[in-house]
C-alpha cells in the first residue's frame, strides 16, 4: 500500500527485511495478532488449528514477536 508519508532509513530498512522474510517464510508458520501480540503459530496439515470453542489454538502458539500490532479490518 502506498503512502505519502516519509520513511526513515531505518522504516525503509525494516519494510526491506520484512518483504525479503516473507519471501523465505515457510508455509507451516503464519502470524496471529491477539491483543497486541504477534504470535508465530504454526500449522497442522496445512491449515490454521482452531479450539473446539472456534477460537485459535493456542497451543500452537511457536513464539511470540515484540512488534507493536494490532487486528481487524480498516
Given at each position: 500500500m502506498?503512502?505519502?508519508?516519509?520513511?526513515?532509513?531505518?522504516?525503509e530498512?525494516?519494510?526491506?527485511?520484512?518483504?525479503?522474510?516473507?519471501?523465505?517464510?515457510?508455509?507451516?508458520?503464519?502470524l496471529?495478532s491477539?491483543?497486541?501480540?504477534?504470535h508465530?503459530?504454526?500449522?497442522?496439515h496445512g491449515?490454521?488449528?482452531?479450539?473446539s470453542?472456534?477460537?485459535?489454538?493456542p497451543?500452537y502458539?511457536?513464539?511470540t514477536?515484540?512488534?507493536?500490532?494490532?487486528?481487524?479490518?480498516w
Amino acid at each position: 500500500m502506498a503512502n505519502k508519508l516519509e520513511l526513515t532509513e531505518t522504516e525503509e530498512k525494516a519494510i526491506r527485511d520484512l518483504t525479503s522474510l516473507s519471501k523465505k517464510w515457510p508455509k507451516t508458520l503464519w502470524l496471529y495478532s491477539a491483543g497486541g501480540t504477534l504470535h508465530v503459530m504454526r500449522s497442522k496439515h496445512g491449515q490454521h488449528v482452531f479450539t473446539s470453542s472456534g477460537g485459535i489454538d493456542p497451543d500452537y502458539s511457536m513464539a511470540t514477536i515484540a512488534i507493536d500490532n494490532s487486528g481487524g479490518d480498516w
